[in-house]
């Protein structure tokens, strides 16, 4: 545990920063956030951030264009910081620097993460990795253009303060971060409401051809890879969906699968109070947080939910 960035940056000549595949807001937000941080206030440190390429959404955030989408095999860093990054396998780009680099942290919030770097702070209390990254830097060295970039990962993750994630100290933050001009309003309408038209499409075709389950409390909806095809969308134009099947009346838990590849899919959950989703995924490989989890899942889209289900219904009926 760090009390401060700045522990760790001492004598260090060149820092990575990297994030998780498919980048989230939270990601990109702390990614970018810190990028940021280190170039405005260590401008002699060689620093680069490796993400996946982001949704057009965030091309607000200063110098997201710098952001690297491929890696050298024989690059070497001082220092690898992972932010937003619950396993190695969710490492995106950047995933073998973690072989060669000197020194790694790891910075995350999620209950799943038992540490993958030499040096771990971890905080699953915490609404987002962007609000434990803040408490690491230096408040007055924060910039108003590093502020957009935390206050973007933490309206995305906390579902602009509607998720249970949201604390007092979540609260706290974004107000010091508003305090340094950030256009919340702006940021919040364009990054993380609005929506294509081809969105919309998706979207509400995947409610209307939604299933309910388990006495209509837990709601299903599938996208396959021909519907993408037919739509010409990619995976980044899904998000959102599984978080408005959850708004449906009387749901405790909504399960949203898309295809990857033929009879793999991605794993979607989110839950009231009632369900654990973390527990869930980590049966299946994955993790995440207690209300908020996924995972990769093998065969026919119907066995995947008959194994979903048979660990959710166990959870709302109370018999483990």
Do not use: W
Request: hydrophobic share 40%; with cysteine; glycine share 8%.
């Amino acid at each position: 545990m760090m009390n401060k960035l700045a522990e760790v940056l001492d004598q260090v000549q060149s820092v990575a920063i990297a994030g998780h595949v498919n980048p989230d807001g939270d990601c990109v937000g702390s990614c970018m956030g810190l990028y940021l941080y280190l170039k405005e206030n260590y401008p002699d440190m060689q620093t680069d951030v490796y993400l996946e390429k982001t949704r057009d959404v965030f091309a607000y955030i200063k110098d997201i264009q710098e952001a690297r989408t491929e890696c050298e095999a024989d690059a070497v860093y001082d220092l690898l910081v992972i932010l937003d990054v619950s396993s190695t396998e969710r490492i995106g780009v950047a995933a073998g620097l973690l072989e060669h680099v000197k020194n790694s942290v790891c910075i995350d919030h999620h209950v799943t993460n038992g540490g993958i770097c030499e040096m771990n702070h971890i905080f699953p209390e915490a609404s987002s990795s962007s609000e434990v990254l803040y408490h690491l830097l230096e408040d007055d060295k924060i910039s108003k253009d590093c502020a957009e970039a935390l206050y973007t990962g933490i309206i995305h993750d906390t579902g602009v303060f509607e998720y249970s994630c949201t604390s007092p100290d979540t609260m706290r933050t974004a107000a010091k971060l508003m305090e340094k001009g950030v256009p919340f309003t702006e940021i919040i309408e364009s990054s993380f409401k609005e929506k294509t038209y081809i969105q919309n499409q998706i979207m509400g075709r995947t409610l209307t051809e939604s299933i309910m389950l388990l006495d209509s409390r837990c709601i299903v909806g599938i996208v396959r890879q021909k519907e993408l095809d037919f739509y010409g969308i990619e995976v980044k134009d899904l998000d959102g969906i599984v978080n408005q099947l959850r708004n449906t009346k009387g749901v405790d838990v909504a399960v949203f699968l898309y295809e990857l590849s033929p009879q793999t899919f991605k794993v979607s959950m989110r839950s009231s109070k009632n369900v654990d989703v973390s527990r869930i995924a980590a049966v299946f490989g994955g993790g995440g947080h207690v209300r908020a989890a996924g995972c990769t899942m093998q065969g026919q889209p119907f066995d995947v939910i008959n194994s979903l289900t048979l660990y959710i219904e166990k959870q709302l009926t109370g018999v483990e």
